[in-house]
Every structure is written in C-alpha cells, then in structure tokens.
C-alpha cells in the first residue's frame, strides 16, 4: 500500500501574536513547527504500513525551511518526502494549495500508485480545514474528514469511524481515498535513534512548478480567488464583577441577587426555568 | 543502534560545536547529542562572545552571518551602594576599526543554533531532543560510547567528549565530575528587556551596530558575593544578577527579589525605562575555579567547557574557555585516533595542550579570586556605602570647607573599618588575582 500524507509547516500558534496597530500576525521569533494534525496523520500512515506493509511519502508546499517539518514526519517513520517549493506557490489559498499539492500526488501516483491520502483535519494556524477536501476533490479520491479511527482496510475498501456533530460514524469507502486525521487517530511516537538520523541525514527531494507539470495561472496568488479582507484579535473580555463577602455576608449575596436581576436579566430566567426543571 | 561513531560529542553548546567543526573539518565521524529541542534551546549566558576565539575555530565567522547582535566598544565598571555608584569605563575607537568585534553580544539561542549548523555543514551530525541518560563502559571502565534516552539509543564512539554543561544530571549518574557544591556555584537570572534600536543607541552613546557592557558589584547583591551585568543587544537589553548559592540559600534570599531591586536602581531604572520584559532565564555558574576542576581526561573521554568547570569569575569569561577547550579536546582526539590509542595515556595531551593555553593559566591566576570575594562580605555592604558617603560628601557643595569635609569621611570610614582593614583587603584582593 502507498499512502501520501500532506503536512504544512505553521507558525507555533500558541506563541503567535497579533500586532493590535497593523492587525497582522507578528511572526517574529516565533518557532515553526509541524502541524500537529499532520503528525496525526503521519503516525496513522506509519501504523497502516506497520499493519498491512507499504511505504509512506510525505509531501509539503512551503519554503526552503519548511523541510525541517517534513524531517520530523522522517524521523517518526515515513519512507520518503518532497518539499514542494517555488516563488510560483507563494500567496496560495486552500483552492490553489488543493491543486498544487494534488498535482504533485497526480506525479507520486505515476510512479507508485496511491491508494490513499491522509492530511490533517487542518492546520492550526487556518483553521480552514479545505485543503484536504480539495485535494480529494481534484484527484477525484473518496473523502473521509474527521477521523478519528481507521478500523480496517479490505477488498479495496477502507472502514473508518469519522467524528459528526453530536456523535459518530462508521463508514465504508473504495480506495483510492483521502482521509484528514483527528488527534485522536493515533498518538505520535518518540522516535527512535537510528531513524531520527536517518531523518536528519535524509535529503529532501525539492519540486517546483515545473516539476509537476502544474497550469501557471492556478498556482499561488494568481490562482487565488480567496482575498483576506481583515485580521483583529476579539476584543478582550472585561472581568466580571465581585462581591466581597468577608466582611458582610448578607449584604454581598443580596448585592449578587441584585447585580443577577437587573444586568443579567436572561441568564437569571435560564436559572429559574432550571431549577423549575428540576423541582418537577 | 549498530552505526558507530569516531566521536561523540555531548552537548551542542559552545565546547561541544567547537570541537565538532574541528573534528568535522579533519574529517572525523562525529555526533553531537543535544538534549534541547534544538542547539541553544537550553544554553543561556550572559552573551559576550569574543571574536579571537570563535576565529580560531571559524576563520570567516562574520562572512557565514554569524548572528552578532552588537559590537562591544565600551566596557564600564560600576561600583554600587544601594542609592549611588561610581562608574568607570574604557571605550576605544580601535574597537570600531581594527579590533572590531574583538568583543561582541550575542542570543545564546540564535547563536548556538547557526554555530551547530556550520559544524553539520563541515559534516557532524547534530541530533537534537534527545538526552544522554549513561555513558557505555567496556569491562575494564574505558568509555566507549553513551547511552541516549531514545529507543535503541545506544552510541558507540572511540571516544566520547563531554561538554554537556555545568548542570549535568549525566555527572551524578556516572561520577565523572563531582556534584559542585553550593558555594562553587553561583545562581544568576537574568532578564531580557526590548527597546527600540536607536533608544538603546542614545541611552548608551553608541552609534548603530555598537554597544556596551557593564559589570557592576555592589550592594545589590545584598551583601553576597556575587555581581550583575548590563549588556546591549541589538533591541534589548540583558540585565542579569547573579550570587553565590550557598549565601542565597544562607540568607534565604531569592534571586528573582534581587533582579527587582537593582532594576528599580537610580543608575540602572533610566537604561532600561519603558522597555518591555521579553525573557526571563536562570543559570549556574561555575565559580569554583581551578580546585573545583575535575580529571580533565580519563579512558576513552574528555571533559571541556562549563562541565569540567572552566569558568573564569572576575573577567566573567565562561564561552571562550568552552569553545578553547573544545578545540583543544578536538585536536588531541585527533592524533589519538591517528595514534590508535584512546586510553588515558593516548589523550594525556589534551592535559598539557590546556595546562600551556590561557585556559588554565587564567584559571590558576585567578585561582583565589572566588574564596576571596567570598570572604570578603564588606565589599558588598560596608564598602560600597563608605565610598559613597565620601563621593557624596565632597560633590555636595555647603559651605563646608573641603579640609572639614576629609576629616568627617575620615572619621566615618574609621567607625566602620579600619585603615588596616582596608589595606589587608587590598593586599589579599592583589594576591589572588596576580
């Protein structure tokens, strides 16, 4: 089985800030590292091949640096990894990102055919959680989101439970498929010595346009419909008020109350209804 | 794990790159084993690196961009009592020309980051996030190898360097340096604090690119023995204060309090004001001097940097001495290998390669600096405070005669010490640094 998994280098997101005058992220010093989601995916694709043998290749679109991400996917056990790289790609958005990233699976699969595509559910610093559906979509692959369990592939065909709103599902589908990983597919391994250099060893194979034979004008801003019209940070909530009942217990409870009544006045009804519930 | 090594190197700090660029550069197999998430994660300094010793081991260190944040023209001295301080400082235009970068800042975390990426493009592997747990020993105690915390993370090496640091939970597992003892050691923390470039070109006087250290001792220690640093970086500022630990511990005294109070100091409040926190770091360092130094060398190791101990307390050189006794290490592991002989015998070199450097000779010269400064708790409390009643007294203009005035500080520094005293301060402050 051959199995292509897409990762994305993002910024670390619980570092990034944003800078409240120009409302743009403020990227400076902050550690990129591989989208945890997308070492889900790995670790899942490394789990299948350890379970019905094959070779993993993972592919990213990124700058020279984003191989560092890919070297962590090495070091926890895939076979193989190409950056895809080229001033052509920069400015992308999910839908020109889907195309270059299947493009490049469309040449992965001439050589070695595919027979299935796991991403993350998203990256965390988008949050969009498109690119894996599109990639499906331009490779004309069955699409399974929100996996949470692979439970077994036979006859061609893959079974996997997908998270929905409210519960769960268990669903069958025909391989060639692209599956995005939720945290809970799989748990990522430490790796091992011996593999952790060979990963840091390893030489990235680099892509650019030329390289999988992709259109011009559906590669980067060009191939960009998607325009970010603004980015602010939620204004920052006030705290709420208190009541010192140290002193004069009475008073602050009946201070409370009041507070509840007057500014609260919907949350107090929500309150009453409920206890009127649970007197019944 | 089956691969082995020619060398392995513990530590990617600057004792542990440097003796992999040498090694790397002679061809020779190396590993490096980081325990941080990358080179410099975990080091901290107080960032004054000197431009002769990082030559010695990358002649075009300016060319491959090493990442200085500013070229030091000005090196000033404070002497502090609680409200007032004497200052005195060298600045020299040769620093500029010349001699540029004869001193310069750097992040420990930028820096150690790009100087373990030149010693992989000379060729050493550098493995990052993984932590030495046990060295390997054959039958007859002879080191070959260590043991990584990682599955199959065993590491043969013909011989094995060790550079991982002052604070080295490896040296209490195997015993290859004794645990330094609370009074070898000193605890400084050290803060960060951004400001706009050009601020901190005015607040200093220095024009772009250039910068300024300070080294202050006083009272802000709180009558320890120990001493506080104010160094330019590009946009911040590293304040760091630092005392010994068995007085901190003594005197139930937190660091942290102290960086608070010498922040709020007159000479040191306006360097730093409207800057904003950025980091905020603790470190050991080692100021036991040559007697707290261990066997430098035994089969099949070496031992270079802050973990053998080599520190200098009174210049506050500690990097030089790493990278120095790296390359040293390097070189005698080189004709070792050559030799075929990587016993203790084969590496006795490394011993007299570093009893002829500066490394040693500094560290015997200053060998009774540290018990000194120890002993003497009055150059942190009554001195600086005598000194600066006398400064005080003959700046305040009040129609006392200048005459009048000698006899009052005359008469206090006579209360509180003696001419005596004062006299066997200096002599023994002489002797242990001459």
């Known amino acids: 089985m051959h199995i292509v998994c897409c990762v994305k280098q993002v910024p670390d997101t619980t570092q990034v800030k944003i800078d409240p005058e120009t409302n743009t992220l403020i990227r400076a010093g902050v550690e990129s590292i591989c989208n945890p989601y997308d070492l889900v995916a790995v670790e899942a694709a490394v789990q299948l091949v350890e379970r019905y043998t094959g070779r993993v290749t993972v592919i990213s679109m990124g700058p020279p640096q984003a191989e560092s991400a890919l070297r962590e996917c090495l070091s926890i056990g895939a076979n193989e990894a190409i950056l895809l790289s080229d001033r052509a790609f920069a400015g992308a958005d999910t839908l020109a990102t889907s195309y270059t990233l299947s493009q490049a699976i469309t040449k992965i699969n001439a050589a070695e055919p595919v027979d299935l595509i796991i991403c993350g559910k998203q990256a965390i610093d988008g949050d969009t959680a498109q690119t894996g559906p599109g990639i499906a979509t331009w490779m004309g692959y069955t699409q399974l989101t929100y996996v949470s369990e692979i439970i077994g592939i036979e006859n061609g065909n893959i079974t996997v439970r997908r998270e929905i709103e409210g519960g769960c599902e268990v669903i069958q589908g025909r391989l060639p498929a692209m599956l995005t990983a939720e945290l809970e597919l799989a748990s990522i391994r430490y790796a091992t010595l011996p593999e952790l250099i060979r990963a840091l060893r390893y030489e990235v194979k680099v892509w650019g346009a030329k390289d999988i034979n992709a259109a011009p004008e559906k590669l980067g801003l060009k191939g960009s419909p998607t325009s970010v019209r603004e980015i602010f940070a939620p204004p920052v909530r006030g705290g709420g008020i208190s009541f010192d009942a140290k002193e004069k217990k009475e008073q602050a409870v009946e201070d409370f109350l009041g507070a509840l009544f007057t500014k609260e006045k919907t949350l107090m009804e929500e309150i009453l209804i409920k206890a009127s519930y649970a007197q019944e | 794990m089956k691969e082995t090594f020619d060398v392995a190197i513990i530590g990617a700090g600057p004792a542990g790159i440097s003796a992999a660029c040498t090694l790397a550069d002679a061809g020779i197999k190396t590993i490096v084993i980081e325990r941080g998430e990358y080179p410099g994660a975990k080091n901290v300094s107080g960032g004054v690196l000197y431009g002769h010793n990082l030559a010695e081991i990358l002649p075009d260190y300016t060319e491959r961009k090493c990442p200085i944040e500013r070229n030091i023209v000005e090196m000033r001295i404070w002497y502090l009592s609680k409200e007032a301080g004497y200052s005195i400082g060298y600045r020299d235009s040769i620093f500029t020309g010349d001699r540029k970068y004869n001193a310069f800042t750097v992040g420990r975390a930028k820096f150690d980051r790009w100087f373990a990426e030149q010693a992989h493009k000379k060729g050493a592997l550098v493995v990052p996030s993984t932590t030495?747990?046990?060295?390997?020993?054959?039958?007859?105690?002879?080191?070959?190898?260590?043991?990584?915390?990682?599955?199959?993370?065993?590491?043969?090496?013909?011989?094995?360097?060790?550079?991982?640091?002052?604070?080295?939970?490896?040296?209490?597992?195997?015993?290859?340096?004794?645990?330094?003892?609370?009074?070898?050691?000193?605890?400084?923390?050290?803060?960060?604090?951004?400001?706009?470039?050009?601020?901190?070109?005015?607040?200093?006087?220095?024009?772009?690119?250039?910068?300024?250290?300070?080294?202050?001792?006083?009272?802000?220690?709180?009558?320890?023995?120990?001493?506080?640093?104010?160094?330019?970086?590009?946009?911040?500022?590293?304040?760091?204060?630092?005392?010994?630990?068995?007085?901190?511990?003594?005197?139930?005294?937190?660091?942290?309090?102290?960086?608070?109070?010498?922040?709020?100091?007159?000479?040191?409040?306006?360097?730093?004001?409207?800057?904003?926190?950025?980091?905020?770091?603790?470190?050991?360092?080692?100021?036991?001097?040559?007697?707290?130094?261990?066997?430098?060398?035994?089969?099949?190791?070496?031992?270079?940097?802050?973990?053998?101990?080599?520190?200098?307390?009174?210049?506050?050189?500690?990097?030089?001495?790493?990278?120095?006794?790296?390359?040293?290490?390097?070189?005698?592991?080189?004709?070792?290998?050559?030799?075929?002989?990587?016993?203790?015998?084969?590496?006795?070199?490394?011993?007299?390669?570093?009893?002829?450097?500066?490394?040693?000779?500094?560290?015997?010269?200053?060998?009774?600096?540290?018990?000194?400064?120890?002993?003497?708790?009055?150059?942190?409390?009554?001195?600086?405070?005598?000194?600066?009643?006398?400064?005080?007294?003959?700046?305040?203009?009040?129609?006392?005669?200048?005459?009048?005035?000698?006899?009052?500080?005359?008469?206090?520094?006579?209360?509180?010490?003696?001419?005596f005293k004062l006299l066997r301060l200096l002599w023994r402050g002489w002797r242990s640094v001459k």
């Not at chain 2, 006087?205 to 006083?218: C, H, M, Q």
């Open chain 2, 132 to 419: 030495v747990a046990d060295l390997l020993r054959d039958g007859n105690g002879t080191v070959t190898g260590v043991v990584t915390s990682r599955v199959d993370g065993e590491v043969r090496a013909r011989v094995t360097l060790l550079a991982n640091g002052i604070n080295s939970p490896l040296a209490a597992v195997t015993g290859y340096r004794a645990e330094p003892k609370p009074e070898q050691i000193a605890l400084a923390v050290k803060e960060t604090i951004e400001l706009p470039a050009e601020v901190i070109e005015q607040r200093f006087g220095v024009s772009a690119g250039n910068g300024v250290t300070t080294e202050i001792l006083g009272e802000m220690t709180g009558g320890m023995s120990g001493v506080a640093v104010i160094y330019t970086n590009r946009d911040t500022l590293s304040l760091s204060i630092g005392a010994n630990l068995a007085e901190l511990a003594k005197n139930k005294l937190k660091p942290y309090d102290m960086i608070e109070s010498f922040k709020q100091h007159p000479m040191v409040a306006p360097l730093i004001a409207d800057g904003q926190p950025r980091e905020y770091i603790a470190h050991w360092l080692a100021e036991g001097g040559y007697d707290a130094m261990p066997k430098l060398y035994g089969d099949g190791y070496l031992i270079a940097g802050d973990s053998a101990m080599l520190f200098n307390a009174l210049h506050r050189e500690g990097n030089n001495l790493a990278m120095a006794s790296g390359k040293m290490a390097a070189e005698t592991i080189i004709e070792a290998l050559n030799k075929n002989d990587c016993s203790r015998r084969g590496l006795s070199a490394y011993g007299e390669r570093m009893a002829e450097s500066f490394v040693i000779k500094d560290m015997k010269k200053y060998r009774r600096f540290g018990s000194f400064l120890y002993q003497h708790n009055e150059l942190y409390t009554q001195l600086p405070r005598l000194a600066s009643f006398a400064a005080r007294e003959m700046l305040t203009v009040n129609g006392v005669s200048k005459k009048q005035k000698q006899k009052l500080i005359m008469k206090e520094i006579r209360s509180k010490t003696s001419l």
